[in-house]
Structure formats: C-alpha cells, structure tokens
C-alpha cells in the first residue's frame, strides 16, 4: 500500500480515537455536575425553611408583644370599671374589654399556629439534612471517580497526541494539508474505508476504475462522490466475502 495512505489512515485512527474523548469527558463532567445540582437544590430548600422559620419566630413575637399590650389594656379596664359611673361608661368599657378578649384569643390561636409551623418545619429540615448528608458522600464519591476517569482519559490523550505529532512529523505537507481540507468538512470521516464496492463515508458505489484503484492502493484514491480519501479494508472485504 502507499505509504501516505497507510499513514493517513494511521492519522485519521488517531484523530477519531481522540474527538471519542469528548462525549466520554462531557459524560463524566455531567453526571458529577448532576449530583451537584441536586445537592444545591436540597441545601436552597432548608434555606427556605429556615426563612420560614425565622419569618415565624418574628411573627410569634410581635403576637406575644400584642398579647402583652391587651393584658395591660385588661388591667387598665379593670380600674376603669371600678371608677365608672354611668352605665355609658360601664357599657364603653364592657365592649373594650370584649374585644380585647377576641383578640386576645386570636393571638394566642396564632400563637399556636406559629409553634405548629415551626416545628414542622424543623422536622423537615432535619429529614433535609439528612438527605444531604447522604447526596455530600454520594457527591464526593462521584467526584473522586470522576477526577480518576478524567485524568486517565487526559493521560491515554497526550499519548495520543504525541504519536500524532511523530507521525506528522514524518509526512508530507501537502498531504497533511490535503487530509486537513477533507477533515475540515468531513470530521473523522475523512479518510474511509470501501466495503462492497461502496464508500463508507457517503455509503455510494464507486465505479469500478476507482475501486481497482482502491484496491491496488498504489495511489491516494478519492471518492467521485463526496471526495473522502478511500482505502481497502482487507479485513472486513473477508469478512463479508465469507458471509
Ligand atoms: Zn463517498
């Protein structure tokens, strides 16, 4: 076979093996992104409670300072009462107090509520706690496993890279720069191999002047189609042949 042939396919293996990073390296980036998210999430909703919960604790307290101010106004009635006069007077007084009381009763009740809402929500941020305990460990478990694939990937990469840069080192330039031309448009299917007489990269029959030059393999030999470099794959043309 011709020799910028075989290093062309060499180049365009290479090359494709590399761009395969990508998806495996967004796929690891995404699932510790993921568990991350979740974990954010769960930590935005104890804030929230814990809002609500301080929102509650300061309503509680003006409710307990008004519950202070009606018993004072109570006290303040009683005296009144007992230096009233006219039953005008007595009656005025009566109705204070009367409201007093309803208010009274409605504090204590919201009182009550609050208390209520309060401890639930710390029953629920307690539950939320512990639920992000769990997502922390699971997160930094996913993290440490991510970290290892990715520096893996990274070290079976520059390996990659530095063949690559040895085997361009050695080829021509007008090859390489023809090979860059087809890969502009092409990506990893630049160079392709021909099966049953067809390019697998636009998957048209070729004629058969261009497939008995791709098969003699003496020269580069382009798809009248679609113009990716074609070569033989001796392997898969038995394969098939026996199947
Ligand atoms: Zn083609």
Not at 21 to 37: C, G, H, N, Q, T
Not at 182 to 210: E, H, L
Request: net charge negative; proline share 1%; glycine share 2%.
């Amino acid at each position: 076979m011709n020799k910028h042939l075989e290093d062309l396919i060499k180049l365009s293996n290479i090359d494709r093996t590399i761009d395969a990073f990508e998806p495996k390296i967004a796929e690891a980036k995404s699932r510790l992104d993921e568990v991350e998210e979740a974990q954010s999430a769960v930590e935005k909703e104890i804030l929230a409670l814990s809002e609500e919960i301080k929102e509650s604790e300061l309503k509680k307290a003006k409710n307990e300072l008004h519950i202070q101010e009606l018993s004072d106004k109570l006290e303040a009635n009683k005296k009144k009462a007992a230096d009233a006069k006219t039953e005008k007077e007595i009656k005025a007084l009566q109705l204070e107090e009367e409201i007093a009381r309803e208010q009274l009763d409605f504090a204590n009740e919201e009182i009550e509520r609050l208390e209520n809402l309060i401890e639930s929500r710390k029953k629920e941020i307690e539950t939320k706690e512990a639920e992000l305990a769990a997502m922390k460990e699971k997160s930094a478990a996913v993290k440490e496993e991510v970290e290892k694939e990715l520096a893996e990937i990274e070290k079976e990469r520059q390996k990659l890279f530095e063949e690559k840069q040895k085997l361009m080192a050695q080829m021509s330039q007008k090859i390489l720069a023809f090979y860059d031309k087809i890969r502009r448009w092409a990506k990893n299917t630049a160079v392709v191999p021909v099966r049953k007489q067809a390019c697998m990269g636009c998957f048209m029959k070729i004629n058969d002047k261009t497939y008995a030059e791709v098969i003699k393999g003496e020269e580069i030999t382009t798809c009248p189609h679609c113009g990716r470099i074609l070569y033989l794959e001796v392997q898969k043309e038995e394969e098939s042949a026996e199947a």
